[in-house]
């Protein structure tokens, strides 16, 4: 079975434009989480999704977004790009809600802003 | 939402067993307890979970008090490239809820 997959891996971007991330879940996966790893903050939850619904959120201002297709797909986007978003974006996925349940990470999107 | 706390970082030699400690005072009684590992510029990946008492797989045992306080992350026989960080989490089966994790323990496995 194929694991989840992110895509692009690597990502220059320079301040105040935007960018999608896009995240493939493991077939059969209904959640699907993001999450925000910085040298300084460690791993910080941004938002899960399940079944199509935001289900629950991070501490992360409006400018970070995400949504989430009807095969689990998701993607995210952050808009008006500040340099302190530069980052290891990771995705990871799970059978049902997260909590206890396995979640299965992806590689990552690095996003460099300059 | 249960918080953790595990020692920053751990040295170790190789060949030696591990162990790493997380306390988790305010678990809950439907939080299962989660370990991941994670190597640089990787995404994190599932060691080993647990609800109480002891559970072992081909990589490592997950040893649980009866009060559920604490949890220890037992690695048998390191090698070099178990060098990473090692990540300790709570969370309710199926409740979703935003999965906190802490600073983990970076353990370094020398020759």
């Known amino acids: 079975k194929a694991g989840v997959t992110q895509t692009p891996r690597y990502l220059i971007k320079t301040r105040g434009q935007q960018v999608t991330l896009s995240c493939s879940p493991i077939?059969?996966?209904?959640?699907v989480s993001w999450y925000q790893q910085t040298p300084g903050q460690g791993l910080q939850f941004l938002f899960e999704y399940f079944s199509e619904t935001q289900r629950n959120k991070g501490n992360f201002p409006g400018r970070f977004s995400g949504r989430q297709f009807s095969n689990s797909r998701s993607e995210m986007n952050v808009s008006t790009l500040e340099l302190g978003d530069s980052a290891l974006y990771l995705c990871?996925?799970?059978?049902?809600?997260?909590?206890?349940?396995?979640?299965?990470f992806g590689p990552g999107t690095r996003l460099t802003v300059l | 939402l249960a918080k953790t706390t595990q020692p920053i970082s751990m040295d170790s030699y190789e060949g030696q067993e591990v162990n790493i400690t997380c306390s988790h005072n305010?678990?809950?009684?439907?939080?299962?307890i989660t370990w991941y590992q994670q190597f640089p510029s990787q995404g994190p990946r599932f060691i080993i979970q647990?609800?109480?008492t002891k559970v072992t797989n081909e990589v490592a045992s997950l040893f649980i008090p009866a009060d559920r306080k604490s949890s220890t992350l037992s690695l048998p026989r390191v090698s070099l490239s178990d060098t990473a960080v090692y990540y300790c989490l709570v969370g309710a089966y199926n409740q979703g809820g935003k999965l906190i994790f802490g600073q983990g323990t970076e353990l370094s496995v020398k020759p």
């Open positions: 990871a996925s799970s059978l049902e809600l997260q909590g206890g349940d396995t979640q299965y």
């Open positions: 647990g609800y109480k």
């Open positions: 305010n678990i809950a009684t439907n939080d299962y």
């Open positions: 077939s059969g996966h209904r959640s």
